[in-house]
């Protein structure tokens, strides 16, 4: 993977906010905003089939969103730098990818974003900087399409905060290339600090599978829970903040018998509950689990909600702002022109912590403006997150020291007239990025694809 090196003169500030994910846009050019506790419909550019991203500031005016590969910004405008690359995508179809891609703030930059997609086989990143085109935000022409991994991985793409409460864990996982009788359960992750990306590391657990690789990985609320769906099992993971290790929490294996493979899954806010659904034409079924029940998880599996309209099936779900869980009806032959009651609302289960068909699930109740769902919801993450008082890893300094397996990398002379040198555990087949920001965070100087064997001149800047 191609490192990057970012040198600050200063340490930013970090503020958590409460509405980056007050606007979703997703579907066929819908945008629903969540503020003031009312849903607001809108017509934003763009058709997203499964894979969209979209991300507010901390008082939930939207800063930009994507289709999985072009980028708006907050004016309903394309960046100049967009498109980005995105695996399966056709302009004006969409990304088949169901979670193909996810927005992640720089903790090292207020005003920059990680775009992180799925692309042929791997992932690759561009950065958004939120400077550019006079605060409209562009994608950075340096840092646009750089590759993070080249591997085959399924559509599953997610992330969850550091328990310090500022860095990043981002998962995927791999996949066989063809149905052979190789099998992985392998999970790769990354870690996301000031310094740049970390990883990929490798977790090996759970069910080794050589089969299906659709349908939605989620994290719990509070970040403790994964919950991956494969095949026709749903596996829930234990997951910890400071170390991003896994461990085995429950399994349910053949959650309705052949052919059910769970797409949409999403848990309850508080964690105590977890829904799953599938998109099977005239026979998506919704089950409910109960997670804090003495039983065994498989047993208290409760149907509530077959959607028997022929032709018709079930999306992916999402936990919103409002603690609700929205999900659409979607018509499964795609690409289509259907317009109809069941495609231009969203459904939603307004009590997702309760027991049972109490937990008050409504159809076709969302309106969604004269615009139509498809398959997918955006890749929201829990961007309010905060550190994880009590743990090791409260702190920045433990986070950091415990969890970056980084190399250090000394510069010098400081001050310099001339020329930057390097020395450190580094390779000398390693290329890196360079940037170098003054006092206010303004890029000043940007340098790509070079080895940290050889000196760097800078004789131009004051």
């Known amino acids: 993977m191609k490192k990057i090196l970012l040198l600050f003169l200063f340490f930013p500030c970090f503020v958590f ?32 089939y499964e894979a969209s991203i979209s991300y507010s500031d901390e008082d939930g005016n939207l800063l930009f969103y994507s289709d999985g590969s072009i980028i708006w910004n907050k004016d309903l405008e394309e960046m100049n730098n967009s498109p ?8 004006g179809s969409g990304s088949s990818m169901c979670q193909g891609s996810v927005v992640i703030p720089d903790p090292g930059n207020s005003s920059e974003y990680y775009i992180i997609n799925h692309v042929g086989e791997g992932l690759k990143y561009s950065i958004i900087d939120m400077t550019l085109d006079e605060g409209l ?23 969850v905060k550091h328990a310090n409460g500022r860095d ?17 359960n392998t999970f790769y992750k990354l870690l996301i600090t000031p310094e740049g990306i970390s990883g990929p590391f490798e977790q090996n657990i759970g069910i080794k599978r050589n089969d299906f690789y659709l349908g939605q990985m989620v994290f719990s609320r509070d970040g403790s829970l994964l919950a991956y769906t ?43 509950k977890i829904y799953i659904s599938n998109g099977v034409s005239g026979n998506s079924k919704i089950f409910q689990y109960c997670l804090d029940c003495p039983d065994e998880l498989s047993e208290t599996k409760q149907l509530i909600y077959n959607c028997n309209i022929e032709d018709y ?3 992916q779900m999402l936990l919103g702002p409002d603690d609700h869980i929205y999900f659409p009806i979607i018509y499964m032959t795609l690409p289509n022109s259907i317009f109809t009651e069941e495609y231009m609302n969203l459904c939603v289960i307004n009590s997702p912590n309760t027991e049972g068909i109490a937990c008050n699930l409504d ?24 550190a994880l008082a009590g743990s ?35 390779s000398s087949n390693q290329l890196y990025n360079i940037i170098i920001t003054d006092a206010q965070g303004k890029k000043v100087f940007i340098k790509k694809d070079i080895s940290l064997t050889q000196k760097l001149n800078i004789s131009n800047l004051p």
Not at 17 to 45: C, E, R, Y
Request: proline share 5%.
């Open 17 to 48: 906010s409460q509405s980056h994910n007050a606007n979703w846009f997703f579907g066929d050019s819908v945008m629903l905003n969540f503020n003031d506790g009312v849903i607001t419909p809108s017509k934003a550019p763009g058709y997203a």
């Open 84 to 91: 980005i690359e995105q695996r399966s995508y056709v302009e």
């Open 137 to 159: 935000g562009d994608v950075e022409e340096v840092m646009k399409d750089i590759w993070i991994i080249e591997e085959y991985i399924t559509e599953k793409l997610q992330a």
């Open 168 to 184: 990043w864990w981002v998962l995927f996982h791999k996949r066989i290339p063809s149905f052979g009788e190789d099998s992985t």
């Open 230 to 272: 494969e095949g026709n099992d749903l596996e829930i993971f234990n997951f910890h903040r400071c170390t991003g290790e896994l461990s085995e929490y429950k399994n349910i294996i053949s959650v309705n018998g052949p052919g059910y493979y769970p797409y949409g899954c999403a848990f309850s806010p508080n964690g105590s």
């Open 313 to 315: 099936g079930l999306g």
């Open 363 to 386: 159809t076709s109740t969302i309106w969604l403006g004269g615009q139509r769902s498809i398959a997918g919801l955006p890749n929201m993450l829990n961007y309010n997150l905060g």
């Open 392 to 426: 090791d890893c409260d702190t920045l300094e433990v986070a950091i020291n415990n969890t970056i397996n980084k190399s250090i990398i000394t510069i010098y002379p400081n001050p310099t007239k001339g020329y930057l040198f390097f020395k450190g555990n580094f």
